[in-house]
């Protein structure tokens, strides 16, 4: 069973910066692909970025170019950057692990979720 717990969301301004980290426990966290997603009120979940075992990345478009996904296998973390941040990113983002190696941008590939952690965004 693998647990994921996310941290580093909160308020800020448009135009910050944000760090997401989630760390994992149990299971292998080398050999899975991991991703972000996120839920704004009202809204359905959607696809925010994907890294995989060997470290391929990717990104919803709207995030490209101002988030970055990375991985610290030896602390058992995935990271998200958010730079230039938008009110539209306000949102719950969850973390969430795939018992595959390949990076996807579906959530029904995922075997499991963090709790999510909030991220608001004010203009």
């Known amino acids: 069973q693998v647990q994921l717990v996310e941290s580093g969301g909160g308020l800020v301004q448009a135009g910050d910066s944000l760090r997401l980290s989630c760390t994992a426990s149990?299971?292998?966290?080398?050999?899975?692909?991991m991703g972000w997603f996120r839920q704004a009120p009202g809204k359905e979940r959607e696809f925010v970025s994907t890294i995989g075992r060997a470290g391929d990345d990717y990104y919803a478009l709207d995030v490209k170019g101002r988030f970055a996904i990375s991985r610290d296998n030896a602390k058992n973390t995935v990271y998200l950057q958010m730079n230039s941040l938008k009110p539209e990113d306000t949102a719950v983002y969850y973390c969430?692990?795939?018992?595959?190696?390949?990076?996807?941008?579906?959530?029904?590939?995922?075997?499991?979720w963090g709790q999510g952690t909030q991220v608001t965004v004010s203009s």
């Open positions: 969430a692990s795939r018992s595959e190696r390949y990076a996807s941008g579906y959530s029904t590939d995922y075997n499991y």
């Open positions: 149990g299971g292998t966290f080398r050999d899975s692909a």
